[in-house]
């Protein structure tokens, strides 16, 4: 070890101490209990909609294949951070290795990913409203994939400079993380060297991100309503029942995220352990919604989800 000064030391690969929701120790078995209700609809939500449109064919359409690709991108998510969170809250297994923490971080980070396929789903949303004759000329198979490698690229580019990004800092004795998993910022503020390049990146990834996304989908929705305006009465509000779902997803996705962005960025004299919790609660609340959203709002899904449960009940 290279000492650095008189009270602090360089750890090349420190382990993390994970707090879980400073403050709030006491009762983070029952906010575990709430929290492993998400991550279990989440689970059985997300593999169930992959199952529906797996075996079904008449779902293998455009709308349905970023579904299913959002899908997939929420149980990574949850499967990197949960286990890991309710391990803190529900047996103390507070220690977390450099690696490992890193590794979960670049996981939390694909969330970048679910914010490309959103886009995707806007643009299809776009396609069948304002060029239904030519949507699936326009979005076949070959071109969807396209998509799904573009997406999973561009989220591969933003993302691989973090877990760099932190390898070249310093960690003192201080390895203590008041957070329930590896929260970049959190990690970020462990370091002894400095740390300007990292929180410049990261500002700048959520702003190109957020900032481009946002714009292509709102200008997807706009042209979107300036078709559904030309079109008279009921077959207006028909066009635009079939972005429903769609709407709901953003909203879950984005204001979330923004409320947590902003309440961490500015809100200062908000207390630490509802930064956490709203931290933790953005990580799980999306992927247990998105299932039900499509599964309400979407009649094939909901279709064979009461036919599931009716086989079921008939066993």
């Known amino acids: 070890m290279m000492a650095l000064s008189n ?4 750890l090349p690969q420190p382990s993390f101490f994970l707090v879980g929701i400073p403050g709030l120790e006491e009762s983070q078995h029952w906010i575990a209990l709430h929290l492993g209700i998400l991550y279990v609809l989440a689970l059985v939500g ?14 293998h359409q455009p709308m349905y294949l970023f579904l299913a690709m959002l899908a997939t991108i929420d149980l990574v998510l949850t499967s990197f951070t949960a286990p890991k969170t309710l391990a803190v809250f529900l047996v103390h297994a507070h220690d977390i290795g ?3 923490c890193l590794t979960q971080m670049f996981f939390i980070h694909a969330s970048s990913m679910e914010s490309g396929v959103l886009v995707a789903m806007a643009l299809d949303r776009y396609v ?20 799904g490698v573009a997406v999973l690229v561009r989220g591969l580019l933003l993302l691989t400079p973090f877990p760099i990004l932190l390898w070249c800092l310093i960690f003192c004795e201080a390895t203590i993380i008041g ?9 970020v503020k462990l370091a002894c060297s400095d740390t300007t390049v990292n929180q410049i990146y990261r500002l700048a990834v959520a702003l190109l991100v957020v900032g481009l996304d946002v714009l292509v989908i709102a200008i997807s929705y706009a042209l979107i309503l300036q ?11 028909k066009a635009f029942s079939t972005c429903g779902s769609h709407v709901c997803v953003i909203l879950i996705f984005y204001v979330p995220g923004m409320f947590s962005f902003l ?27 998105n299932p039900l959203v499509y599964g309400v709002k979407t009649r094939q899904i909901g279709q064979w989800v009461l036919r599931i449960f009716y086989i079921k009940a008939q066993i």
């Open 179 to 187: 957070h329930a998993y590896c929260e970049h910022t959190a990690v």
């Open 7 to 10: 009270s602090s030391w360089r």
């Open 227 to 237: 078709a559904v305006l030309k079109v008279p009465g009921n077959e207006a509000l």
């Open 263 to 289: 309440t961490h960025r500015f809100g200062h004299h908000v207390p630490h352990h509802i930064h956490v919790i709203l931290a933790t609660l953005y990580l799980l609340v999306p992927p247990a919604l």
């Open 98 to 100: 450099y690696t490992v």
């Open 46 to 59: 997300n593999v169930t909609i992959l199952f529906i449109i797996w075996t079904d064919p008449s779902l």
């Open 128 to 147: 069948a409203i304002c060029r239904p004759l030519h949507q699936y000329t326009i979005l076949h198979p070959e071109v969807i994939g396209c998509i």
